[in-house]
RNA sequence: GUGAGCGUAGCUCAACUGGUUAGAGCAUCGGACUGUGGAUCCGAAGGUUGGGGGUUCGAGACCCCUCGCUCACCCCA
């Protein structure tokens, strides 16, 4: 080993990031909330691999989104084989109902998902390359109020972990028979005033005419009004479609605001998009966001069936969630001596295989330092096992709150324990 | 990918217009206190000033490069 090789420190690479333990509680509290509440509304755990053929992002997620142009981690493996880590969940549970025909089964096609998605995006607050979504998804469920119902759901979730201060955007971006024609319409608005927008937006116009409704710019906030709306535009089954949506979510009562803006940068969504935003995130100001996509199934060659989801941004839903400092109903274990070690050990086991929390530290320190230890780690009692304890078989539990503390036989702690908790 | 700002101990920050050996608080560990925690006092440990190069008698400070973070654009979760 050279000299360079060993002291040069290997931190962890940009984009990416540790979730220390303190942090990991929360994370687990979210997950643990998110399953249980996915559960009651009948979706059930599905688990895909973390890298995929790079072709399905690109059939999936679409050739002309971003993600796929400029923010995908792709690679070539031994036998040569194009494989990306997953920039987005949708298209590999679309692969996997797919591949094990599980549109063929009974059960209700509802999953959800949880875990890490990579994207080569230019690190901020709440944007990392890899980051973490909670993910649901349905399929073969037609009818708005399913849109209206995952919206409820998010909202329920967000409730639960008391994340409050959101809005919720809800928008219908037409189907791939309305879509096109007000894509048109729109792009000869904007072009006719051209001259009135700013160097950005008239950009836009050729490439994501939708964009333009973004601009904070008040020149073009005032051209863009006068744009058609794609509201406006779409179908009447879209219409109709979406009309209901928003009758049932009047129904479920979540508050909502129409944002016909609102564009969603995968190319697959049709009818209902929507997204959940708080302010309190900045310029990633996003969530949650999903919408409904009718026809990537038939993209990759299954049966004619409709999907529809959202995922949650973890990163961005953890920090959100207020802090709450869970009291731990842990013992730790003081022992003086060799003779006093091998009891605290086994009570240590006896203990933990009861479903209480036990740490017992082998180093030689004096009491005193084993109970300031046991009073930074947060300890709600200590068991004190020293020469006199070994002699008599009788113990001290101190409770480290009122500081009282008693004389317990060896057989009696267990009980004692489950009294005072 | 574009533009701007910032990187000093685990954390929060000092160090004059470039000038001795880069300091403090908090946290950590130990002692005062030999079988009883939180308080106080004392002490220790902790840094190639993100990294590399340059200017200079001399760089934490100035210049260049690079890495990282933050903010905005873009995009999204």
């Not at 058609?228 to 508050?255: G, Q, S, V």
């Not at 330092?369 to 539990?397: C, P």
Request: positive net charge; proline residues 4%; aromatic residues 10%.
């Amino acid at each position: 080993m050279t000299e360079d090789t060993k002291t040069r420190k290997i931190a962890a690479i940009k984009g990416t990031k540790d979730i220390l333990p303190q942090e990991a509680r929360k994370w687990q509290k979210v997950e643990t909330v998110a399953r249980e509440i996915f559960e009651r509304y009948g979706y059930r755990e599905i688990r895909s691999p973390i890298f995929e053929a790079t072709e399905l992002f690109k059939k999936g997620t679409g050739e002309t989104s971003d993600i796929v142009i400029k923010e995908m981690y792709s690679f070539k493996d031994k036998a040569g084989r194009s494989l990306t880590l997953r920039p987005e969940y949708t298209p590999s549970v679309v692969r996997a109902i797919i591949e094990h025909r599980l549109y063929l089964q009974p059960q209700p096609l509802r999953f959800y998902f949880i875990g890490p998605m990579f994207r080569y995006d230019k690190p901020q607050k709440g944007r990392y390359r890899q980051f973490h979504q909670i993910d649901i998804e349905v399929f073969d469920e037609k009818d708005p109020a399913i849109d209206a119902e995952i919206v409820e759901m998010a909202d329920h979730l967000l409730k639960t972990l008391k994340v409050t201060g959101t809005e919720t955007f809800v928008n219908s971006v037409g189907c791939r028979k309305c879509r096109p024609a007000y894509h048109k319409e729109l792009r000869n608005h904007a072009d006719k005033a051209r001259k009135l927008l700013c160097v950005e937006c008239q950009r836009k116009i050729d490439t994501n005419p939708l964009r333009i409704f973004d601009c904070k710019i008040s020149g073009c906030q005032e051209v863009s009004q006068r744009f058609p709306k794609i509201t406006d535009f779409i179908c009447h089954e879209c219409e109709e479609h979406f009309r209901k949506f928003c009758a049932y979510l009047d129904l479920f009562n979540i508050k909502y605001r129409l944002e016909p803006r609102l564009v969603r940068g995968i190319d697959y969504y049709t009818k209902t998009t929507f997204e959940v935003i708080t302010p309190a995130l900045g310029a990633q100001d996003a969530i949650l966001g999903g919408g409904r996509y009718d026809d990537m199934m038939k993209v990759f060659g299954g049966p004619d069936m409709c999907g529809i989801g959202f995922a949650v941004g973890m990163e961005r839903l953890v920090s959100l969630v207020p802090f709450e400092n869970e009291e731990t109903q842990s013992i730790y274990i003081a022992y003086l001596g060799d003779l006093a070690k091998e009891l605290a050990m086994d009570v240590a086991k006896e203990l933990r295989h009861e479903g209480i929390e036990c740490l017992v530290e082998y180093r030689k320190r004096t009491l005193r330092n084993l109970m300031s230890r046991a009073n930074k780690l947060g300890a709600k009692w200590v068991l004190i096992i020293g020469e006199d304890e070994v002699k008599t078989g009788r113990y001290q539990l101190k409770d480290m709150m009122t500081g009282e503390q008693k004389t317990v036989k060896r057989e009696l702690i267990l009980k004692t324990l489950k009294e005072s908790s």
